[in-house]
């Protein structure tokens, strides 16, 4: 089933902006559970954020690469969503690449009530070299995946199946451990925000 953002559990929710930050480890007040979106550099990160709270402008997002730079917090009611920097952007250097690594190193070794990580990917592209890198840091952080494939929109019906299936087969997971998604026609927010939810409430922060 697709529906309309504004279906997502999380778009009835309040949300503020708690702030940017430079640094992965810094605390946040009240300690709450927390959902990071992690993804390269243009796969849809803050589009998917925004689109699951219904508020079109909350993350920036832009058409260039590398427009979040910062770690980016949400507070809802009860947990955190927090838009992380994109990697592999095309351009980057090799210190940019490992500074990358290290922040999200970083991010995940300090993050004590990180309830999940939705890791983002192009349904249009097979996964990066940089992909299988950040594939390895977050089943080696042992924290809960939601796959997601963004950009659904942009295939039709049957290859967005195909693209799937493939994705799933490349990764090494089920077609049931990986969701799709559209922030612009609104496809699969209403399921990964109900997925969103659950793992941030199951969570006992
Ligand atoms: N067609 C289509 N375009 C999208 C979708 N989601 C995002 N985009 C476009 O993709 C570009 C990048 O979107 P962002 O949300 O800024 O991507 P990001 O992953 O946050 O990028 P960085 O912050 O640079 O890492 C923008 O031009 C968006 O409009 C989608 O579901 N469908
Ligand atoms: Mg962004």
């Known amino acids: 089933m697709t529906g309309p953002a504004s279906a997502s559990p999380l778009a009835r929710l309040p949300v503020d902006f708690v702030g940017?930050?430079?640094?992965?480890?810094?605390?946040?007040?009240?300690?709450?559970?927390?959902l990071a979106f992690v993804g390269r550099s243009n796969v849809g990160k803050s589009s998917l954020l925004n689109s699951l709270v219904g508020r079109p402008g909350l993350a920036r997002v832009s058409g260039?690469?590398?427009?979040?730079?910062?770690?980016?917090?949400?507070?809802?009611?009860?947990?955190?969503?927090?838009?992380?920097?994109?990697?592999?952007?095309?351009?980057?250097?090799?210190?940019?690449?490992?500074?990358?690594?290290?922040?999200?190193?970083?991010?995940?070794?300090?993050?004590?009530?990180?309830?999940?990580?939705?890791?983002?990917?192009?349904?249009?592209?097979?996964?990066?070299?940089?992909?299988?890198?950040?594939?390895?840091?977050?089943?080696?952080?042992?924290?809960?995946?939601?796959?997601?494939?963004?950009?659904?929109?942009?295939?039709?019906?049957a290859a967005q199946r195909t693209r799937a299936r493939e994705l799933a087969e490349a990764l090494g997971l089920h077609d049931e451990q990986i969701q799709l998604t559209s922030s612009t026609s609104g496809a699969g927010i209403a399921d990964l925000g109900a997925s969103i939810l659950a793992a941030a409430t199951s969570e006992e922060a």
Do not use: C, M
């Open 20 to 34: 940017s930050f430079p640094d992965p480890a810094v605390r946040l007040d009240p300690v709450l559970p927390e």
């Open 64 to 157: 260039t690469p590398g427009k979040t730079t910062l770690v980016n917090v949400f507070r809802l009611p009860t947990f955190y969503l927090i838009d992380l920097p994109g990697y592999g952007f095309a351009r980057a250097s090799k210190s940019a690449r490992s500074g990358y690594r290290a922040l999200l190193e970083r991010f995940l070794s300090t993050r004590s009530t990180l309830a999940g990580v939705v890791w983002l990917l192009d349904i249009r592209h097979p996964p990066s070299a940089d992909d299988r890198t950040i594939q390895e840091l977050l089943v080696a952080s042992e924290r809960p995946v939601l796959a997601v494939l963004t950009k659904a929109d942009k295939l039709g019906r």
